[in-house]
C-alpha cells in the first residue's frame, strides 16, 4: 500500500486566483496521477506525471490550466489556475504499483 | 477510451439487507478496483480484482474478464455502508483509470 498526504485538505478562493495542491507519498513511485471529481460527479483523470518529463495531459485538460509539477519521486504538485465557480471540485492524487490508492482529496470552492 | 458502466445508479436499503452492484466495461483490462467513497469525500480501497474472487468480511468481489463485467456483493448491511460505490478500470500500473459513475447506497437503520 502507499500512504498519500494531501495539501491543502480544503480551500475557498476567489475567482480569478490560482491554488497549489501538494502530495506527498511515503515511497518513491514513478507515475504521479491527478483526478477531478466534479459536485455529484465520478472522477476525471486530468494527468499523468512522470519524475524528470512533462506531465501527460488528458483531453480537455491543458498546461495552461493545469500546470502540474514533479520535482522528484516521492512528491507532486497541482495549480488550478486562474479559477472560475466551475472548478470547483475534489481534486486528488493517487499512485499505482498494480493497485492505485489515492490522498483524502482537496475540496476547492471557488466563489 | 475503454468505457464502464454501473448498475444500478441508486440504491437504498433497510440494515440488514444483502446487495449486489455491477460493473460492466467494454474491453479487455489488467487493473480492476472496487472503492467506497464515504462522506467526507475519501476513497476507500475495497478490492483490486482484475479477475477472480476475493472476499473481506461482509464484502466479496467477482471479475469475470472473459466476460468483461464485475460484481460486489455487501451482505447484512450496516448503516456505515453508505455512501458512493465506484468501480475502475485500467491498463495497468502505468495507466491511470477510468471510473464509472458509481452507485449510490443509503442504508436505513
Known amino acids: 500500500s502507499a500512504v498519500i498526504s494531501q495539501k491543502p485538505s480544503r480551500d475557498i478562493c476567489q475567482r480569478g486566483t490560482s491554488l497549489t495542491i501538494q502530495c506527498q507519498v511515503d515511497?518513491?513511485?514513478?507515475?504521479m496521477f491527478w483526478y477531478r471529481q466534479q459536485p455529484g460527479q465520478s472522477l476525471t483523470l486530468i494527468a499523468t506525471?512522470?519524475?524528470?518529463?512533462?506531465?501527460?495531459?488528458e483531453s480537455g485538460f491543458v498546461i495552461d490550466k493545469f500546470p502540474i509539477s514533479r520535482p522528484n519521486l516521492t512528491f507532486s504538485t497541482l495549480t488550478v489556475s486562474n479559477m472560475s465557480p466551475e472548478d470547483s471540485s475534489i481534486y486528488l492524487c493517487?499512485?499505482?504499483?498494480?493497485?492505485?490508492?489515492f490522498g483524502q482529496g482537496t475540496r476547492l470552492t471557488v466563489v | 477510451g475503454i468505457q464502464v458502466e454501473q448498475s444500478p445508479p441508486d440504491l437504498i436499503l433497510q440494515e440488514g439487507a444483502n446487495s449486489t452492484l455491477r460493473c460492466n466495461f467494454s474491453d479487455s483490462v489488467n487493473n480492476l478496483q472496487w472503492f467506497h467513497q464515504n462522506p467526507w469525500g475519501q476513497l476507500i480501497n475495497l478490492f483490486y480484482i482484475p479477475s477472480g474472487t476475493k472476499q473481506n468480511g461482509r464484502l466479496s468481489a467477482t471479475t469475470v474478464a472473459t466476460e468483461r463485467y464485475s460484481l460486489l456483493y455487501i451482505s447484512s448491511s450496516q448503516t456505515t455502508d453508505s455512501g458512493v460505490y465506484f468501480c475502475a478500470v485500467g491498463g495497468g500500473g502505468a495507466d491511470g483509470l477510468t471510473f464509472g459513475k458509481g452507485t449510490h447506497l443509503i442504508i436505513q437503520p
Open positions: 506525471a512522470n519524475q524528470g518529463s512533462e506531465a501527460t495531459y
Open positions: 493517487s499512485v499505482a504499483h498494480t493497485e492505485a490508492f
Open positions: 515511497s518513491q513511485v514513478t507515475m
